[in-house]
């Protein structure tokens, strides 16, 4: 202690503001982040780069030398792949092929997650524990294990009534709105125990019945959590493999994630095709992604049971 | 143990705002001060400033000898009792109370030796292995208590550690700070915003207002010469009643006259008025000593028009309006008072305040 | 369209109420609300009895059968499982991915959260981290694997890893790739025989005055042209001095002949030679001219060999495989069985890290907001208590976090249990099978023509891996 006591007996006796928590290694710590951030763009910045550079400049050069030659990018890549209009098998086909999954899923889930959450806070029958319970088992229950008997459901109901579920993207969206539900009604019901009880039942005593409840209270209190289920479930589609895998593969069309997967296995494409293939399915959930950031946080936030 | 000194401390935010205002405030060792004032009026920054847990924007604090503005807080020799108590949640009773002397590598046994003593001055011996989770309010306040007394650090710095309890916690808490004060003969730096917890527990109490000293003295003399007329407002319970006077002089002679109210100043008074020149002045007196009844000799006489009667026991409490004032009065539960009467209360010129209209300031000599 | 901090909003986690609010059952309504809130369970329990409950236990029930379905088997398929070296693989990466992974993408999460809190940038520096999240496993798969090509013309790891190495270790102007069977002995024509330590001297020794030829073959003339060779001369000799003539004994109009110097002949040039001494101890060093011919002045008068170098022959950097099998664990000399248990492979260090660029952003961001929830007085009372910024750190701040880093850890063990996407796309064809997880076999056996029981069986394991992790949740929600 006598050292910083005899350090700290000045005469002056206005002491300058200077402040006491400078750390010099918050420089440090400066230089290390921004190190850190460098390192996590370069992957993202460099699949850019080659879709937007000639299909011969990729063999010749590493797509790091474009900083010495910026005039070599161009769009030329995405022209082609837009060339081919929306023939199955092209990449505009696979970007409708994954809308027409993913905005279904999100607003099938949306809305039964919401009922059915709905059902579990608000609703006067015995056993709500029990299911709640069964839902928070199942949030990590994986899909893996339905794959097999789903399919043969499917192939049965296509083969009895001509229906054809398998292989068509009816199948996909029925599978993956049952596995976005728990994860869905968990976050909504959350939600909803929030939500006091009196208003539902001055509700009530007015004579409303549970639909226009439903309708005209919880939901739209519930908005904010709706929205951050949807972006949540809607990124989560978009970027799914494996059910597109097992429900799609061989289909005329098929989602993006699809069409990138085929591109390198069985196309075994150079990559000015896979990295313009790479971009164009990230633009959407990217777009999605900073228009709601908020949300999606916070759909992450609670997903952490996920 | 040692005294603080606050040279000219200043905290001004990033936006210009004036948090604390060029404090100068002598705390002597061994002495428990109050700073008391309402909320935001900058005493627990002044606080936060002196335990280093607030940058300084100018001033000086010396605790001891030392300047410590840019000592770290762990090298100031302060301990804390924060508000929220703010104890370690994932350790027990004793690893809360001992972590500090760990942290200094103190010898196991020293630690818990020092640790067992203030288990024992606290009466939480029997709660040393349970965690703060498991303790309830007061409980969780006394290892607080326990967690800076066992540092033995040179001032004890305490956050309005009372605000969170109920009631009658808070009396049989505050009880026991002042004898942990008496026993260790520590010097004690306590904020709070209740005036009454400063006055039974401080030595010496500082009163704040806006970043602001307003005074500092003892309960005594803040009750007795309050230096203006905030201080004349915060400090009592109910609180003084003001009015304003018009000072009319007539051959000499002062009176001063309101709506409903006269006052014949007594010589000092007359002699301060007279000389002043000021058309009308503040007078304050407190609801405990107004009488009923009018004075004949100098003093005030206010006519009160009853509105509330509240029965206190052995004493009355009364509202009423004078002149478009509001006034409360204490007085004997003999009187046969009404709602609706209309009284004249009184008060002994050594009862009243005079302060300055303009500057709020009080004017010397009366009281 | 604002950047705004991601963790300035939480959504509350914990539910305010019971599990089941007793707080008064609703009033009003009779038995029409109370159908009416049955009804609206409806459309979701269906669902997911249909598509989720059903298929559990059809799944169960399937694994206990054999490829066809017909024929019941018990527990066959489990034990093919864990008897075969392939399912022992995946097993394998299974476990190194959930002993490695989680822990690591808490960690850099928690590294992150706290020194972000340190600077004015760090919702920016949150969004940077935790963009990747939106990118699917498929993209990310892909990008990474274009990172980590093995040319280091095209990959930015290997370009990287290629620059320090040729710093290090500079490659010569005639490089010989080993590893391609190539030798530096088998450069040895007329005249040379190989010497110790990759170099090759001359059989014959010359002294002060004389000259000696040195033949050698094998050398592409495309290299020889970029090393600017001219034809080959035998320099004149000179008193006192050695001189000599290294040239490519190889004439395309005397194709077989090799010992003379032929007029389409190219000297070697660039090469470093040197004087060995009978000792062999190396002397003088001196580089041949364009025509291959080079001189040594003031030699004395003993006897040397000319050695040419070894640094002529270094072979400049290949890229490393990182999309590979090779195991990192010197697992070669293993029998089969334990070879799949305790190898390794290298591509799965690579798509750690891929996946860790992924979910780091995650970690951080979940462990940022339950950082930001924190009493601070607690810690403003460790400060005071006397603990500086490490100490409290590690004593308050950390354990407080238990919680939150507990529910990141899980999250991440049960996420890594199911990889599949990235590994697909990641992994080259041939590192398929040395990388494969439990996921990756579960699809594979359902494409196949007779593997449906073993992928049924494959799931049921999987899901008794993640049931751990469901009792754990569940508990956090009933206490």
Redesign the interface.
């Known amino acids: 202690m006598s050292a910083v006591q005899a350090a700290s007996l000045p005469a002056a006796k206005v002491a300058p503001a200077r402040r006491f928590r400078f750390r010099p290694s918050r420089i440090v710590i400066n230089v290390v982040l921004a190190a850190v951030a460098i390192f996590w763009l370069v992957p993202a910045v460099g699949i850019a780069i080659i879709s937007l550079r000639p299909e011969s400049a990729f063999e010749q050069s590493g797509w790091w030398t474009v900083f010495t030659a910026p005039a070599q990018l161009t769009f030329s890549n995405y022209q082609k792949l837009f060339s081919a209009g929306f023939q199955p098998g092209g990449v505009l086909d696979s970007l409708t092929t994954s809308l027409a999954i993913t905005i279904p899923v999100t607003i099938l889930v949306t809305v039964i997650a919401s009922l059915t959450a709905y059902s579990l806070v608000f609703g006067r029958w015995r056993g709500r524990t029990v299911v709640f319970l069964l839902i928070v088992a199942m949030l990590v229950l994986p899909l893996q294990m339905a794959l097999i008997p789903v399919a043969s459901l499917y192939n049965f109901v296509g083969d009895t009534t001509g229906v054809k579920i398998f292989g068509s993207v009816v199948g996909v969206i029925i599978f993956h709105v049952a596995f976005g539900l728990p994860f869905g009604i968990f976050l909504m019901r959350n939600f909803y125990t929030g939500i006091p009880h009196d208003l539902l039942e001055a509700g009530r005593i007015d004579g409303a019945g549970e639909w226009t409840l439903f309708r005209k209270v919880v939901m739209p209190l519930g908005l904010p959590a709706a929205a951050s289920l949807a972006i949540f479930q809607f990124i989560w589609v978009w970027n799914d493999l494996l059910v597109a895998l097992v429900f799609l593969a061989n289909n005329t069309h098929e989602t993006l994630t699809l069409y990138l997967y085929s591109q390198t296995r069985f196309l075994s494409s150079n990559y000015w095709i896979i990295s313009t293939g790479a971009m164009i399915s990230i633009i959407v959930p990217l777009i999605v992604f900073f228009a709601f950031q908020r949300y999606f946080v916070r759909g992450v936030l609670a997903g952490a049971v996920k | 143990m040692a005294g603080v000194v606050l040279d000219d401390l200043t905290k001004r935010y990033d936006g210009g705002a004036l948090a604390v205002n060029k404090l100068n405030i002598d705390i002597k060792d061994g002495e428990f001060i109050c700073f008391v004032g309402p909320s935001g009026c900058g005493k627990t920054t002044a606080l936060r400033m002196i335990a280093g847990l607030e940058e300084i924007t100018s001033g000086e604090i010396r605790i001891g000898d030392r300047v410590v503005n840019n000592l770290p807080p762990r090298d100031r020799d302060i301990a804390m009792v924060f508000q929220s108590y703010a104890l370690y949640p994932h350790m027990s009773v004793r690893d809360n109370m001992a972590f500090g002397l760990q942290l200094r590598k103190t010898p196991k046994a020293d630690i818990d030796s020092a640790v067992e003593a203030a288990a024992k001055i606290l009466d939480l011996e029997r709660f040393l292995d349970r965690k703060p989770g498991q303790l309830s309010g007061g409980q969780r306040q006394r290892v607080a208590l326990g967690r800076a007394i066992v540092r033995e650090p040179s001032v004890f710095l305490m956050d309005e550690p009372l605000s969170n309890l109920d009631a009658k916690l808070r009396v049989q808490t505050r009880a026991e700070i002042a004898r942990i004060h008496t026993r260790l003969e520590a010097t004690m730096i306590y904020v709070t915003h209740d005036q009454v917890e400063a006055m039974t527990m401080g030595d010496r109490i500082a009163v704040i207002n806006e970043g602001v000293l307003q005074q500092v003295g003892t309960p005594k003399e803040l009750y007795e010469t309050p230096l203006n007329r905030f201080v004349a407002g915060f400090i009592g319970s109910p609180s003084m009643n003001f009015i304003d006077l018009a000072v009319s002089n007539e051959g000499g002679v002062v009176t001063l006259k309101g709506d409903g109210s006269e006052l014949r100043p007594d010589d000092t008074m007359s002699a301060l008025l007279r000389d002043g020149g000021l058309d009308s002045v503040t007078v304050g007196f407190r609801p405990e000593h107004l009488e009923v009844g009018p004075v004949t000799g100098p003093g005030l006489n206010v006519t009160v028009n009853l509105d509330v009667i509240e029965f206190l026991g052995n004493d009355v409490l009364i509202h009423g309006g004078s002149g478009g004032r509001d006034v409360v009065a204490i007085v004997d539960v003999d009187n046969s008072l009404k709602v609706g009467d209309t009284v004249v209360l009184s008060a002994s010129p050594r009862r009243l305040h005079v302060f300055n209209p303009v500057s709020l300031a009080r004017m010397i000599g009366t009281g | 369209?604002s950047?705004?901090d991601?963790?300035?909003?939480?959504?509350?986690?914990e539910?305010?109420?019971d599990?089941?609010?007793t707080?008064?059952?609703?009033?009003?309504?009779g038995w029409?609300?109370?159908l009416?809130?049955?009804?609206?369970?409806l459309?979701?329990?269906v669902?997911?009895l249909?598509?989720?409950v059903?298929?559990?236990i059809?799944?169960i029930v399937?694994s206990l059968f054999d490829g066809s379905g017909t024929r019941f088997i018990a527990l066959g398929n489990y034990k093919a499982i864990f008897s075969t070296t392939d399912t022992i693989v995946s097993l394998k990466n299974n476990v190194v991915w959930v002993v490695v992974f989680p822990f690591l993408v808490t960690f850099f999460g928690l590294v992150?959260a706290v020194?972000?809190e340190?600077?004015r940038w760090g919702t920016?520096?949150k969004?940077?981290?935790?963009?990747?999240?939106?990118?699917?496993?498929?993209?990310?798969g892909?990008?990474?694997a274009?990172?980590f090509f093995n040319d280091?013309?095209?990959?930015?790891v290997n370009?990287a890893v290629q620059g320090v190495a040729n710093a290090v270790n500079p490659p010569g102007l005639y490089p010989v790739d080993t590893s391609a069977g190539e030798s530096v002995g088998g450069l040895a024509a007329t005249g040379v025989e190989s010497g110790p330590g990759g170099t090759l001297q001359s059989k014959s020794t010359v002294t002060a005055g004389g000259t000696i030829e040195l033949g050698l073959t094998g050398i592409s003339p495309t290299v020889l042209q970029q090393n600017h060779a001219t034809t080959a001369r035998i320099p004149t000799s000179s008193n006192g001095a050695i001189t000599g003539l290294v040239w490519r004994d190889f004439s395309p109009s005397h194709p077989t002949e090799r010992g003379q110097v032929f007029t389409d002949e190219d000297g070697i040039a660039g090469l470093h030679v040197a004087l060995l001494s009978a000792d062999g101890s190396v002397g003088a060093k001196t580089t041949t001219a364009s025509d291959g011919s080079f001189s040594f002045a003031g030699v004395g008068s003993s006897a040397y060999r000319i050695q040419i170098t070894a640094n002529n022959f270094q072979a400049g950097f290949n890229g490393i495989f990182f999309l590979g099998t090779q195991s990192l664990t010197p697992t070669s000399s293993l029998n089969p069985t334990l070879q799949a248990i305790l190898s390794l492979p290298i591509v799965d260090i690579a798509m750690i890290i891929?996946y860790l660029?992924i979910w780091a952003g995650?970690a951080m961001?979940?462990i940022g907001?339950g950082l930001a929830a924190l009493?601070r007085?607690?810690l403003?009372?460790?400060?005071?208590?006397?603990?500086?910024?490490w100490?409290t750190l590690r004593?308050?701040t950390v354990?407080?976090l238990?919680p939150v880093l507990v529910?990141?850890f899980v999250?991440m063990l049960?996420n890594v249990?199911?990889i599949?996407?990235i590994i697909?796309?990641m992994a080259t064809?041939s590192s398929q099978g040395g990388a494969s997880t439990i996921?990756l076999d579960?699809?594979n056996d359902?494409?196949s023509n007779n593997g449906?029981g073993l992928?049924?069986a494959?799931?049921?394991i999987?899901?008794v891996l993640?049931v751990p992790?469901?009792l754990m949740?569940?508990k956090r929600?009933?206490g």
């Open positions: 369209m950047v705004a991601p963790t300035v909003d939480v959504l509350p986690a539910p305010k109420q599990v089941v609010p707080i008064g059952s609703p009033v009003g309504g029409k609300s109370h009416g809130s049955l009804l609206f369970l459309p979701g329990a669902w997911l249909v598509i989720v059903y298929p559990f059809a799944t399937r992150f020194l972000t340190r600077i920016a520096f969004t940077i981290v935790f963009m990747p999240l939106v990118f699917s496993a498929t993209a990310a892909l990008t990474w274009s990172i280091p013309h095209t990959g930015v370009a891929a660029w995650f961001v979940v907001a009493n007085e607690v403003e009372a460790a400060q005071i208590d006397g603990a500086s910024e100490q004593r308050v354990p407080m238990r529910v990141v999250t049960i249990l199911k599949f996407d697909l796309n064809p996921a579960i699809y359902f494409a449906q992928a049924a494959f799931a049921v999987l899901f993640v992790a469901m949740n569940l929600i009933r």
